[in-house]
């Protein structure tokens, strides 16, 4: 797609230089913990060394007389201002501070307020606390047992696990399909917990002015708005009210979706500071960000397709544990337990589906978070990618023809998937024949089969994703009841240039670019001249912030819509500049000109100034637009990827050779920008398919707490991903765009296990969960003989 | 416990302080020094984020004490502009898109600073084994290369 | 992330150093690199009163052939070590080693005598110094003591340096025409511990037959593991596939390891194997063998 405006105006697809670039290669970026305040207090937390455990009695004297600590908070002391507990996104509860017991390792028990950094890690080391352990409940389907202990003790006549049943589909017809298919295959995967890891961890800095009643908070929060209503409700009891409430998201070193949930340190922290009248700060280490902040994932599913014998899929049936830990904190809109797995139908056609998903406490932290993907959306792509290749090994059909078979054409589109989903837009088969063509399939093909003759293993893996982006519209979509719209406010200058607000909050999406680029597509504008801001609640118009992939579907939008309501007055005053009727006007990016008159024209530039300095007699001065933008649907990317990977028949180490990865998320605002978001997601994809994975042992000890053993890929793992487009817009966007920032950490995963499975599948292997370790690997090629 | 005066020069400039002898490196930057450019991002040295040239070698501030600076020099990102003009590898993550939330391109900066020095001629092997001690969770990595491949072809221009 | 309070001293002479373990002595460590020692005092898993730096003292970094002996100073850097060109080109076996100790920005710090004196079977020169054959060179404050490597390890984090001693020097024997050596390292991903790895040093005689060899495993026992049996069962053999298997064989059988993230007791005991067999076959290899 050619753009519309020139280099200099910068408008969509052009690959601009980042706005924001200049202070961070300077090492000039604000983040929470290079922000000092006057008088400002450090926040250490105590944690449980238990995952299940009676607080017996906490001792805090040799704390206490530790120099530099001034104090430590326990359950006790919120408890009188009833903080102990609050609400989660979910409208479940979790602690802030424990009263009676603790239900994870790593969960806060205390905290110590002190005057410097290791005043406040000394304090926490003094600090005693005794425990009398309670049996732990680690595995979900134990969790569900009749004699299971009942973990939340705390809820009235609960008298089980369970969190919630959610369902979608036609149970009847999918049954009746599956019972007259020629052919049906199922099998049981486990997504395992991960964790976000984003290199800065969580944290904040809670100052109360006494004077003025105002609370501020600088957080690593990706959803500021949501932050300072929650906080509104949950402390207005103790004065906090939302107008004297300020949520300042500062720079963000990575959120991808792990800076969504309140955690406990930051209630913690704005009550030490309301109570001592000084601003408190609390940054977690890396051991806390991984053991105790919201996980991803934790998925047990059955997955089934029922076919015909020439492969056209008939039926999914789709079963799944959701292992939510000890409280349900996901960050899910509201009527979506289960997020977006319905989504699970995938890219193909497929007429009777039915799914169920069933959620569980276990003695784990809670969660889960939509981690670099939309809502649940990774599941549910990662189970119909494995199954359409279990399908295909069954049918002994090639995977990419399989597909290819069943793809929805693209004459359905918009298609309603039999799960409920209306997707917009899609052209599934070029952009397959695209990766094919770019990997070299045939000729992979070929090598393969000779080297499986030479007893050597190589395995080619697709993943054909469509994604569900954008939440959401307000008919189904809200969190706590507050609705998924976000908005622009923006205001253009007399000289011309321009201040863009926003209610989402980058965390290294490169809004401070896109978002200009896309006010500089509509008005023309140069983005170089438009300052985007967001992040601070006191001024940023209401949002529900960044995750899922939403900013560019609802933020962007509303960005367009505000720059066309002002396109609309600025063509009013260039007619009155112009002595003209609006409908002789034509407009291109920059100015209005006289239909067959080109020469008589106004720029933007000249307008802004005349708004202020001549506008229109009846007319307000100014040349300013708010939208609040509802999105009448989500958005659908898609892409293909394919994977070529070599295995070691030694070690069980598998390389992948060359990753290729085709997307296609609508129209491109920044090139440059949008692949660094691929290339990001495809890292934060294979991690999981490879490497990390957060696992229990039988006390509900955290096996994977520290970088230590929770595997973040280095440049070294990482292959050099090679990356391609297609274009088909989205049909009901503004600008046509779908969004794009975590299609890759979905597509990405089912690529990589369904090669490594391709390379064994001649010796019979059907499935391997992800991590694919190396003992993994070697324990089937031992099972199969083929161990060097 | 004994405190130490320490002299430690930072990007050329001399700085004085008092510390304990348990102080690191990274705090008594960012907290004492208020150079806030270098991060933190774990606590069992993996991530790099903290990375530093001490007397021009890239290591890991955050498991090196202040005391063992005394007397030595340190080269922080701060320190990489001179007098308005953006070193080569700032210009090329600029340029090529080497970052996203930033957190990690000081370390990342400073890692491939020194790599260049040695190495005037990186292959993407030695770029990616280079920053193999820096982890990223925002860009994958690619762009990262081309960041450095473009400053190595600027320093051999400028050379 | 934050240490315990503790007392710092920077020495400027080896005898002043001495003088401060002496007077400290279990309540005082040593502070080489500190790769190792202040990761733990960072988590507060270990404790002390003191840290005695050596980083002060002159004439402790050196790597020079000499007297039939390649002898390296204690303090010593990986990234030294990995930059030599002496290293590379007569000693590819450490080479091999130095390049995969954690990651090069903690090899700029890290140190060979650290490495060796921390007792951890985890770390990678162990079983390199093993296979060589290394001495350790202790000086104390009643002067030098030389311990050969096979009597250094004694025990998880427990070598045979003692508390008022610093290990000051490692001494290899320069290896006969016809050496080579190798070391091959199975890790998850760069900068992890080893889940497996295999030091291979071996001399061919005239014949081609083995003349001398060593071979030693990390990371699968509480030390690191010499293959006693598998050396003996390999001197005077032909180096072909089937014997470098089976001594392979007999070096995984003296392995011990313990399960953890990185692997199962058999997976780690067949890794063993594997790596074994592939670093005798490349030692073999660059030691003009087949």
Redesign the interface.
């Known amino acids: 797609m050619q753009p519309r405006t020139s280099p200099e105006v910068g408008g969509m697809g052009h690959s601009m230089k980042r706005k924001e670039d200049p202070r961070f290669i300077r090492g000039k970026g604000n983040y929470v913990d290079d922000i000092v305040l006057p008088g400002m207090l450090w926040m250490d937390i105590v944690r449980s060394p238990f995952a299940h455990a009676k607080i017996k009695s906490i001792n805090t004297e040799k704390a206490l007389k530790v120099p530099g600590v001034l104090a430590v908070i326990t359950g006790e002391t919120l408890a009188k201002y009833n903080l102990h507990w609050m609400p989660t996104l979910m409208s479940d509860t979790q602690m802030v501070l424990p009263t009676e017991k603790v239900m994870y390792q790593a969960q806060e028990v205390a905290a110590v307020i002190a005057t410097s950094r290791y005043a406040a890690a000394d304090g926490v080391d003094a600090v005693e606390v005794d425990y009398d352990p309670l049996p732990v409940v680690v595995n979900p389907f134990k969790a569900l047992e009749p004699n299971a202990p009942v973990l939340r003790t705390d809820k009235k006549d609960k008298k089980d696990n369970r969190i919630f049943h959610w369902e979608a589909g036609d149970r009847a017809a999918t049954d009746k399909a599956f019972a007259e298919a020629d052919v049906t295959v199922k099998q049981a995967l486990y997504i395992p917990r991960i964790h976000v890891a984003s290199i800065e961890t969580c944290g904040c800095i809670a100052d109360f002015d006494r004077v003025n009643g105002k609370l501020t908070v600088y957080m690593t929060t990706q959803a500021p708005h949501a932050i300072r209503t929650v906080f509104a409700l949950v402390a207005g009891h103790v004065g906090l009210s939302e107008e004297r409430i300020r949520i300042v998201s500062p720079d963000i070193g990575g959120g991808f979706g792990g800076k969504v949930p309140v955690y406990p340190g930051y209630v913690i922290a704005t009550a030490a500071s309301v109570v001592i009248g000084k601003p408190v700060k609390w940054i977690e280490d890396r051991m806390e960000n991984l053991q105790a902040d919201s996980f991803a994932r934790d998925y047990h599913i059955t997955a089934e397709l029922a076919a015909r014998k020439d492969g056209t899929i008939t039926a999914l049936r789709m079963k799944t544990l959701a292992d939510h830990g000890y409280a349900d904190a996901a960050a899910n809109p509201s009527k979506f337990p289960a997020g977006l797995f319905s989504i699970c139908t995938g890219s193909y056609d497929v007429s009777k589906a039915f799914v169920e998903v069933d959620g569980v406490y276990t003695n784990k932290p809670p969660g889960g978070v939509a981690y670099r993907c939309s809502f649940r959306v990774t599941e549910a792509i990662h189970a119909i990618e494995r199954i359409t290749d279990v399908l295909a090994q069954e049918l002994k059909m090639d995977p990419a023809e399989l597909r290819m078979k069943n793809f929805i054409p693209k004459e359905k589109f918009p298609y309603k998937s039999a799960l409920g989903w209306e997707y917009d837009s899609g052209d599934y088969e070029p952009a397959l024949r695209l990766a094919m063509d770019k990997i070299g399939y045939a000729a992979l093909r070929k090598e393969q089969a000779e080297k499986r003759a030479r007893g050597e293993l190589m395995g080619i893996g697709i993943s054909s994703f469509t994604e569900i982006l954008g939440a959401g519209p307000s008919k189904h979509f809200d969190i706590l009841g507050i609705k998924m719209f976000d908005s622009c406010e923006l205001r253009i200058h007399p000289t011309g240039k321009a201040i863009a607000r926003f209610g989402t909050k980058s965390q290294g999406q490169g809004h401070e670019t896109t978002y200009a680029q896309i006010i500089a597509e509509e008005l023309g504008i140069p983005a170089s001249a438009v300052q985007v801001e967001e992040g601070d609640t006191d001024t940023a118009p209401y949002g529900l912030g960044t995750y899922a992939s939403r900013s560019t579907p609802t933020a962007g939008a509303a960005g367009a819509m505000a720059a066309r309501k002002i396109r609309e007055k600025a063509k009013k005053i260039a007619a009155y500049l112009l002595e003209v009727s609006e409908d002789d006007l034509v407009w291109e990016p920059g100015k209005f000109s006289v239909k067959g008159a080109p020469s008589r024209s106004k720029t933007i530039q000249e307008i802004a100034f005349a708004a202020y300095t001549n506008h229109p007699p009846g007319m307000e001065a100014g040349l300013e637009a708010v939208n609040y933008y509802d999105p009448p649907n989500l958005t659908f990317p898609f892409g293909s990827y394919i994977c070529v990977v070599d295995i070691d028949r030694g070690t069980g180490m598998v390389k992948i050779r060359r990753f290729v990865a085709v997307d296609d998320c609508g129209n491109i605002i920044n090139p440059m920008i949008v692949d660094g978001q691929i290339h990001g997601g495809l890292t934060m994809g294979m991690a999981p398919a490879l490497l990390e994975e957060i696992s229990y042992d039988e006390n509900g000890n955290n096996q994977a707490g520290s970088f230590m053993d929770y595997l973040v890929p280095t440049a070294v793992e990482s292959p050099s991903w090679e990356t391609f487009k297609t274009v088909t817009p989205c049909p009901h966007h503004p600008l046509g765009a779908k969004g794009v920032g975590e299609s890759a950490t979905v597509g990405a995963p089912p690529a990589i296990a369904n090669a490594v499975v391709d390379a064994l599948s001649h010796l019979g292997v059907k499935h391997v969960d992800i991590p694919i370790t190396p003992e993994k690997v070697w324990r089937l090629l031992k099972e199969k003989g083929l161990a060097e | 416990?004994?405190m130490?005066d320490i002299q430690v020069t930072v990007n050329g400039a001399p700085y004085d302080a008092q510390v304990?002898?348990?102080?690191?490196l990274v705090?008594l930057l960012?907290?004492q020094f208020?150079?806030?450019?270098?991060?933190?991002?774990?606590?069992?040295?993996?991530?790099?984020?903290c990375?530093v040239l001490?007397d021009g070698?890239?290591?890991?501030s955050?498991?090196?004490?202040a005391?063992?600076a005394?007397g030595r020099q340190v080269s922080?990102?701060?320190g990489?502009?001179k007098e308005g003009k953006?070193h080569p590898l700032?210009e090329g993550?600029?340029?090529k898109?080497g970052?996203?939330?930033?957190?990690?391109?000081?370390g990342m900066?400073m890692?491939t600073c020194a790599l260049l020095k040695k190495n005037k001629n990186p292959s993407?092997a030695d770029?990616?084994?280079?920053?193999?001690?820096?982890?990223?969770?925002?860009?994958?990595?690619?762009?990262?290369?081309k960041a450095v491949q473009f400053a190595a072809e600027r320093l051999g221009k400028e050379a | 992330m934050i240490p315990a309070s503790f007392d710092y001293h920077a020495p400027g002479t080896l005898p002043e150093a001495l003088a401060l373990l002496s007077k400290y002595g279990d309540d005082a460590k040593v502070l080489s690199g500190g790769q190792s020692l202040l990761p733990l005092l960072k988590l507060r898993l270990g404790q002390t009163g003191h840290l005695i730096d050596i980083g002060r003292i002159p004439g402790l970094e050196y790597i020079r052939e000499e007297g039939g002996l390649l002898r390296i100073g204690g303090r010593t850097r990986e990234s030294a070590l990995e930059g030599s060109e002496l290293i590379r080109s007569r000693y590819p076996i450490l080479h091999d080693t130095a390049k995969v100790i954690a990651d090069p920005l903690v090899r700029n710090m890290a140190t060979l005598g650290g490495n060796l004196a921390h007792g951890d079977p985890g770390n990678d020169h162990p079983a390199t110094m093993l296979a060589l054959g290394a001495q350790v060179v202790a000086t104390g404050p009643k002067g030098e003591r030389v311990i050969p490597i096979e009597q250094f390890f004694l025990g998880l984090f427990r070598t045979a340096l003692r508390p008022d001693e610093v290990l000051t020097e490692i001494r290899i024997p320069v290896p006969p025409a016809r050496s080579g050596g190798a070391y091959l390292k199975l890790e998850r991903k760069v900068g992890d511990y080893a889940t497996a790895a295999a030091a291979a040093q071996v001399t061919l005689g005239s014949g081609g037959t083995v003349e001398r060899v060593g071979l030693a495993l990390t990371n699968v026992g509480p030390t690191p593991v010499k293959a006693v049996d598998a050396e003996k069962f390999l001197v005077g053999k032909q180096p072909d596939a089937a014997t470098l298997g089976e001594a392979a064989q007999r070096a995984a059988k003296a392995a011990s390891p313990s399960a953890d993230r990185r692997g199962s007791v058999e997976y780690k005991r067949e890794m063993a194997r594997v790596l074994a067999t592939r670093a005798l076959k490349l030692a073999v290899e660059r030691a003009g063998g087949r």
């Open positions: 416990m004994a130490h304990e002898s348990r102080l690191l705090h960012r907290d208020r150079l806030t450019g270098t991060h933190i991002g774990c606590d069992t040295t993996h991530c790099g984020a990375t001490l070698q890239p290591v890991k955050c498991t090196v004490l005391v063992q005394n922080t990102v701060e990489l502009e953006l700032q993550f600029w340029e898109h970052l996203q939330c930033g957190y990690c391109t000081p900066l890692t993407e770029i990616r084994e280079a920053i193999s001690g820096n982890l990223c969770r925002c860009t994958g990595y690619n762009n990262i290369v």
